[in-house]
């Protein structure tokens, strides 16, 4: 066998000779040892990444009535949950998310942001809470430690048992100096606008890996179960409620006229408009006075919004969905936003990016798809985003294409945004980036908006700066340590990034499309990890990734391919030596040059600096004048004067 395998090599075109010599630091042992995934395989989590036969999830169902009182900002409301345990184990306690105690004064996400204050609401009162275990609901006193809330019962919870907790709540809404994420504004006639989220008690999530995963909340973002959603806000009658999932009760609250267009928009794949800028003061368009109450239903999601406000104009249009299914796009906003390259454009692009997001990766699940424009700017919740007012052009198109674009991650693939921001923001910015390609044959191309590659190049030569940043984090590290200086550029740009390379230079687009969507389907409404995404991408695929995985992802490696040299064997052939003088490689295309003109390109695996720094690399037989690494420019190169080597003919 050795001898007819020499001989096959020999005979081929493309020979691979290497020596002993090492000319760089780099070290093949170091960059290509097993990755460990820090995450057991076992009957829950299977080494292929996808769930195991025996995986399990808990389960929150919810109840919710809220009044939202715009005179005092207030809210105060009772949730019933429903929590089934559908763990082997038998729960003492439970705990809920309370993450309006961010905006206490001296919380833990005050603290985490250098002692600076996060707002100067009291946070989120429990006025009231009790358990049934059973048929009789038992008093039980939360045990409160920041945006945490223990209840201990008053008996395990077995199981595959379920408690129902009912709690009376109410709390202050923080203006829009410190919402971030939720909030208040004025409009310019003077009407207040609302961007509500996290505002019930949540389930905290109980998992295979970590028991009871408690981060607090410091401003990181969020990780929950999943369940079904009736809630009921109850608000003054001229103010217009846009919330997650199906509005139930259409009749009650809107008006004939309203209702008539909103079924018109259904069928439509021109915007609609249901309520007009010019017309938001008008009492007709409201369909009586005195406080109305808004049914919103919503269908396995982890989290519900809303927004509210008199100063709403409104417009929708039919999203098409594959399988012949529909979902609808909707967009609110004051008058002062409405305008041609502003909000009347908004419903259009929210259409465009739920439609090539649904066909090209999973599709959308959800009966509405709302952009907001409001005080809780770039901001995204189950089927319900939040916008800027000032929004328009193409910061518009790229922001609500984004927002909504998490629609996927972490709305329907689950991850934990407390602990891995990288893997919501940045898959979720991997995936916007084709669609800002893709839009209206390019009108927003390429996406360049100055929070992801400041620059506005290349964006290998983007992420140089960070590659060679010592300070710069591992895209692997726990989110709430990530400083604000490189929030962007590591969580969002240089996981997006990796990413594009992965799809684009390493495994190609066909089977990193195959593997990814296997990915997404098979985590659609679970809970997978790192660890899950990586042996999935490996297995699916059909690649060793464990190289990409420790010098993109577990660190902050450089990349230095250079060309050495141009010589000729013995029997004539060309040979160029590469070099890997540093520690992150990838696959790259070698193109050689001719006297007569002519090129030959030669793609050469990872696989190329296994075993060495310097490789001989056999190239057809000719006249080679010039050998370059990486002529197209794909990769993110640190030094590109060493990527080329000529020689006369």
Same mark, same amino acid.
């Given at each position: 066998m050795f001898s007819r395998l020499a001989r096959f090599s020999a005979a081929a075109l493309i020979l691979v000779a290497t020596t002993g010599a090492s000319p760089s630091s780099y070290q093949p042992r170091e960059t290509f040892a097993p990755f460990d995934m820090g995450q057991a395989v076992n009957r829950y989590r299977g080494g292929d990444g996808l769930p195991g036969p025996d995986y399990w999830q808990n389960r929150a169902d919810y109840v919710i009535h809220a009044t939202l009182d715009p005179a005092a900002h207030t809210i105060k409301g009772e949730v019933e949950i429903t929590y089934t345990n559908a763990s082997p184990s038998a729960l003492d306690v439970l705990w809920l998310q309370l993450d309006q105690n961010l905006y206490r004064p001296g919380s833990r996400g005050s603290m985490a942001q250098g002692g600076a204050p996060r707002g100067n609401t009291e946070g989120m009162t429990l006025d009231q809470v009790s358990v049934t275990l059973g048929k009789a609901a038992v008093p039980v006193a939360p045990l409160i430690s920041d945006t945490r809330a223990q209840l201990r019962l008053p008996a395990p919870l077995a199981a595959g048992g379920k408690a129902v907790i009912h709690i009376r709540y109410h709390y202050e809404v923080p203006n829009d100096a410190f919402g971030g994420r939720t909030g208040w504004m004025t409009a310019k006639n003077g009407a207040p606008i609302y961007s509500v989220a996290q505002w019930y008690p949540r389930m905290a999530v109980f998992d295979d890996l970590r028991g009871w995963d408690t981060a607090p909340y410091l401003a990181q973002e969020f990780y929950l179960e999943y369940g079904n959603f009736d809630y009921f806000i109850t608000v003054p009658s001229d103010m217009i409620v846009a919330g997650s999932g199906e509005l139930v009760n259409p009749q009650e609250v809107l008006t004939p006229q309203q209702q008539a267009r909103l079924?018109?928009?259904?069928?439509?794949?021109?915007?609609?408009?249901?309520?007009?800028?010019?017309?938001?003061?008008?009492?007709?368009?409201?369909?009586?006075?005195?406080?109305?109450?808004?049914?919103?239903?919503?269908?396995?999601?982890?989290?519900?919004?809303?927004? /509210?406000?008199?100063?709403?104009?409104?417009?929708? /249009?039919?999203?098409?969905?594959?399988?012949?299914?529909?979902?609808?796009?909707?967009?609110?906003?004051?008058?002062?936003?409405?305008?041609?390259?502003? $909000?009347?454009r908004s419903t259009e692009y929210m259409k465009d990016a739920v439609e090539r997001y649904s066909a090209k990766w999973f599709p959308y699940p959800w009966p509405n798809a709302i952009n907001i424009a409001g005080p809780a700017?770039?901001?995204?919740?189950?089927?319900?985003?939040?916008?800027?007012?000032?929004?328009?052009?193409?910061?518009?198109?790229?922001?609500?294409?984004?927002?909504?674009?998490?629609? $996927?991650?972490?709305?329907?693939?689950?991850?934990?945004?407390?602990?891995?921001?990288?893997?919501?923001?940045?898959?979720?910015?991997?995936?916007?980036?084709?669609?800002?390609?893709?839009?209206?044959?390019?009108?927003?191309?390429?996406?360049?908006?100055?929070?992801?590659?400041?620059?506005?190049?290349?964006?290998?030569?983007?992420?140089?700066?960070?590659?060679?940043?010592?300070?710069?984090?591992?895209?692997?590290?726990?989110?709430?340590?990530?400083?604000?200086?490189?929030?962007?550029?590591?969580?969002?740009?240089?996981?997006?990034?990796?990413?594009?390379?992965?799809?684009? #230079?390493?495994?190609? #687009? #066909?089977?990193?499309?195959?593997?990814?969507?296997?990915?997404?389907?098979?985590?659609?409404?679970?809970?997978?990890?790192?660890?899950?995404?990586?042996?999935?991408?490996?297995?699916?695929?059909?690649?060793?990734?464990? $190289? $990409?995985?420790?010098?993109?992802?577990?660190?902050?490696? #450089?990349?230095?391919?250079?060309?050495?040299?141009?010589?000729?064997?013995?029997d004539g052939t060309p040979l160029v030596r590469v070099v890997s003088r540093d520690k992150l490689v990838m696959p790259a295309t070698l193109r050689v040059t001719y006297a007569d003109g002519r090129t030959t390109d030669i793609v050469l695996p990872a696989e190329t600096w296994i075993r060495q720094a310097a490789t001989d690399v056999a190239v057809p037989k000719g006249n080679v004048v010039k050998a370059e690494l990486d002529p197209d420019h794909k990769l993110p190169d640190r030094d590109r004067s060493n990527n080329v080597a000529t020689r006369k003919p």
């Open positions: 079924a018109a928009a259904r069928h439509s794949d021109r915007t609609v408009m249901i309520r007009e800028p010019e017309r938001v003061s008008d009492p007709t368009t409201r369909p009586r006075s005195g406080p109305l109450t808004w049914h919103f239903h919503m269908d396995n999601s982890r989290d519900v919004a809303f927004s /509210a406000s008199s100063a709403f104009a409104w417009d929708a /249009a039919r999203i098409n969905l594959p399988g012949g299914k529909a979902s609808l796009a909707m967009s609110f906003y004051p008058a002062e936003s409405a305008g041609p390259d502003r $909000w009347a700017s770039g901001m995204e919740y189950p089927g319900i985003v939040f916008d800027g007012v000032e929004d328009k052009g193409k910061e518009l198109f790229w922001i609500s294409a984004h927002e909504i674009g998490h629609s $996927w991650f972490p709305m329907i693939v689950g991850f934990d945004e407390r602990r891995h921001a990288w893997m919501d923001e940045g898959f979720n910015t991997f995936i916007d980036t084709y669609e800002s390609d893709e839009f209206n044959h390019g009108e927003y191309a390429p996406k360049r908006d100055g929070e992801y590659a400041p620059g506005g190049g290349n964006p290998v030569d983007e992420i140089l700066p960070i590659l060679a940043d010592p300070d710069a984090p591992p895209i692997l590290s726990r989110s709430d340590t990530i400083l604000n200086k490189y929030r962007h550029p590591v969580t969002y740009f240089k996981s997006a990034l990796g990413l594009v390379l992965l799809r684009e #230079q390493i495994l190609g #687009q #066909q089977r990193f499309d195959a593997a990814f969507r296997r990915f997404i389907a098979a985590w659609a409404f679970k809970h997978p990890k790192p660890a899950d995404f990586f042996r999935t991408m490996e297995s699916e695929s059909g690649e060793d990734l464990s $190289w $990409w995985w420790r010098g993109w992802y577990a660190n902050n490696w #450089q990349m230095d391919l250079a060309v050495d040299g141009i010589s000729t064997a013995k």
